[in-house]
Each structure stands twice: as structure tokens, then as C-alpha cells.
């Protein structure tokens, strides 16, 4: 435990950043079964949004556990610690003004929430959505091959199998990727940032 720090202030506020930049920062997490579709759909989305212009940022979950968190595991302890890292530098993006956009399985309501919590005590808005395709729908696209793997036997702990998935009761948005295309997924993505002002032509930022 660190001891004896101080929080320094720095003398740029976020909304002067916004102006400069011309975009409001905000976190987007996507959670949901392996193979439920959250890095397509983020992927996609970010695509969508280079295209309106404005600047996004994904975090993956394979990719951030090649560098960032290659120390964690699958053990609850672990993926509690995983996403609590993940989330402090989603934060740190949509500080910064950029869109970050994560794509982690994320499977404990608990460890969601104290994500929410940290984004929302700094004014940071955090859209959870809910990437839900059933689990024989995941396990039948089984795009990395990992649920044959688990069932086998060879990989424990495997969500949605050995270990648990917590479905958010509550998300900002839930889409069923199983009966929404990836385009339709990310329009409603897009429709709901547009509708809460999320996203604002560059001129009318405040
Ligand atoms: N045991 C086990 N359970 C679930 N997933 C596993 C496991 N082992 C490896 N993988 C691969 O790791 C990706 C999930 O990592 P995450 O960081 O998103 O997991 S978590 O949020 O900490 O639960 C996950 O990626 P996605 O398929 O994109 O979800 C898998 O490719
Ligand atoms: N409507 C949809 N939305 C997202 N992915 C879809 C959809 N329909 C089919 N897929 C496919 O499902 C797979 C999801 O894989 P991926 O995005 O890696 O999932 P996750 O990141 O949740 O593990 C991809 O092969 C993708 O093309």
C-alpha cells in the first residue's frame, strides 16, 4: 500500500480538454459470454465513430492480459483485479475525452459496479451494455475455439461453463446478438449516445 501521497490537481480542467478537443469522454462496457460478440461490437462501433469523426479507444480483453494484466488469471480474485485495472485506465481515457470502449467478459456484478462507481464519482459517464447471446449460441460460434477446449476438459474455470457469469440486471443497453446484426447492434449504440447528448457536433461543445 502506498502511504504519504498527495492527489495534485492539474491546472487543465476536462471540460477545457472537451473544447479543445471537441468531444465529451465517456467509458462504454461491454460485457458478456466469450463469443458473445463485445469485440466485434466494439470493434464495429469504433469503426462507426471514426467516421462521425470522433476519436475512441478500445481495450480488449485478450490483448490488455498480453501486457497490462499478463500477472491475472481466470480465479475470481483475479478477474475481480483484472477488471478493477481496466477500469481505472478506461477512466483515464475518457478523461483524456476519448471514447474508451472495453471488451471484457467481466462476469461479477460487483466488480461492474465498482467500475460504474469510479467513472460516476469524476462525472464520467459509464454505459454498460449487455452483449447477451445464449450460451449454446456462444459455444456453437466458438470463434477461438475455447469452449470445445473447456469442455474437454482443458482449460478450467471457463465462464458459462466451470465458472459463473453474472447477468447485469440493469444495463444501459441490452443487445441480443443473436436477433440483432452487428449493424443493428451498433446503431442502437449510437442512438442511445446521440439521445443522451453524448455526442455532439464539434462546433455546439460548450
Ligand atoms: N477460463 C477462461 N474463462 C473465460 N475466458 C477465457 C478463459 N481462459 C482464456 N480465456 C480467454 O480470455 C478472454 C477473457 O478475458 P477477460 O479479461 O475478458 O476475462 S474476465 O473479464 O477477467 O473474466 C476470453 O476472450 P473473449 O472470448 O473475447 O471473451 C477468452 O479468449
Ligand atoms: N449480431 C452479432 N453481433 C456480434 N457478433 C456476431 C453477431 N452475429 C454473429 N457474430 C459473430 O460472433 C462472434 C463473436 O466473437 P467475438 O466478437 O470475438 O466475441 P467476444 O469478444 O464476446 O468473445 C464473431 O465471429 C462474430 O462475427
Known amino acids: 500500500m502506498a502511504t504519504n501521497i498527495t492527489w ?17 469522454g465517456l467509458t462504454i462496457w461491454f460485457t458478456g459470454l466469450s463469443g458473445s460478440g463485445k469485440s ?8 462507426h465513430l471514426l467516421h462521425l469523426d470522433v476519436t475512441s ?8 492480459r498480453f501486457g497490462l494484466n499478463k500477472d491475472l488469471g481466470f480465479g475470481p480474485k483475479d ?3 483484472n477488471i478493477r485495472r481496466i477500469a481505472e485506465v478506461a ?15 467481466s462476469p461479477y456484478q460487483a466488480d461492474r459496479d465498482a467500475a ?6 469524476s462525472g464520467i459517464p459509464f454505459v454498460e451494455v449487455y452483449v447477451d447471446a445464449p450460451l449454446d449460441v456462444a459455444e456453437q460460434r466458438d470463434p477461438k475455439g475455447l469452449y470445445k477446449r473447456a469442455r474437454a476438459g482443458e482449460i478450467k474455470e471457463f465462464t458459462g461453463i466451470s465458472a459463473p457469469y453474472e447477468a447485469p440486471p440493469n444495463p444501459e443497453l441490452h443487445i ?5 446484426s452487428i449493424e443493428g447492434g451498433v446503431k442502437i449504440i449510437v442512438d442511445y449516445l446521440k439521445e443522451r447528448g453524448f455526442l455532439v457536433p464539434k462546433t455546439l461543445i460548450n
Do not use: M
Not at 466485434?40 to 469503426?47: D, I, K, N, Y
Open 8 to 24: 495534485h490537481e492539474g491546472a487543465v480542467s476536462r471540460n477545457e480538454r472537451e473544447q479543445l478537443l471537441g468531444q465529451k
Open 176 to 180: 441480443r446478438t443473436d436477433q440483432t
Open 116 to 121: 460504474r462507481k469510479l467513472h460516476e464519482d
Open 40 to 47: 466485434t461490437l466494439a470493434s464495429a462501433l469504433e469503426q
Open 79 to 81: 478477474r475481480t483485479e
Open 91 to 105: 477512466k483515464l481515457f475518457a478523461d483524456a475525452t476519448i471514447i474508451a470502449l472495453t471488451s471484457f467478459i
Open 57 to 64: 479507444y478500445r481495450l480488449d480483453g485478450d490483448n490488455v
